[in-house]
């Protein structure tokens, strides 16, 4: 594999834990995709996240990305998310629209509570039709809690991606 990165965007922090597994495996690089005006993380307030979310996905409304992407230097970016409505987050939009990924090679996986990937694979590959979209991982989110080396081991083989560490 060619010098990798590893982009998430997480507020629960299931994203993440898959993220940061991936990076384990894989020696990619990783960088968290930081919202402008971060979201509320607090568990007990899910119902206020959620109806922000779906005004989001309403209004196609586009958050501003904090931090800078450094995609340029990478010949594969792994992108992860967690799903918001039964798509990725709008702030991903963000990112497809901000960030040129031609030439790229993208790796897509998500977290979700029983919508699987949302057609979001298919939504990216319209998005960067000069990439090379590779099968996504969609994770459920209690699975992501608990640690998913062995599903994460058996899809980078899958896609034929060397590791840089097995496994335990």
């Known amino acids: 594999m060619k010098k990798a990165l590893i982009l998430y965007f997480s507020v629960y922090g299931t994203a993440k834990l898959t993220a940061e597994e991936i990076a384990k ?10 919202p402008a005006n ?3 993380s607090d568990r007990n307030h899910y119902n206020s996240l959620a109806r922000l979310a779906k005004r989001e996905h309403d209004e196609n ?3 501003e990305i904090k ?3 450094p995609i340029k230097d990478y010949d594969t970016i792994f992108i992860g ?11 991903i939009y963000t990112l497809f629209e901000k960030y040129d990924f031609s030439g790229k090679t993208i790796i897509p996986f998500n977290t979700h509570m ?3 990937d949302g057609g979001t694979y298919a939504t990216i ?3 960067c039709p000069n990439s090379n979209v590779l099968s996504g991982l969609p994770v459920e989110m209690s699975d992501a809690e608990r640690g998913v080396p062995d599903k994460i081991a058996h899809w980078l083989n899958k896609l034929n991606i060397k590791y840089r560490r097995e496994p335990k």
Not at 85 to 90: D, E, G, K, L, Q
């Open 67 to 69: 931090n800078d992407m």
């Open 61 to 63: 409304l586009r958050p």
């Open 25 to 34: 495996q894989t020696g990619a690089d990783i960088v968290e995709i930081e």
């Open 114 to 116: 029983g919508s699987s």
């Open 81 to 91: 998310y967690p799903m918001w409505w039964y798509t990725f987050p709008m702030i």
């Open 38 to 40: 971060p979201y509320d």
């Open 125 to 127: 590959k319209e998005l």
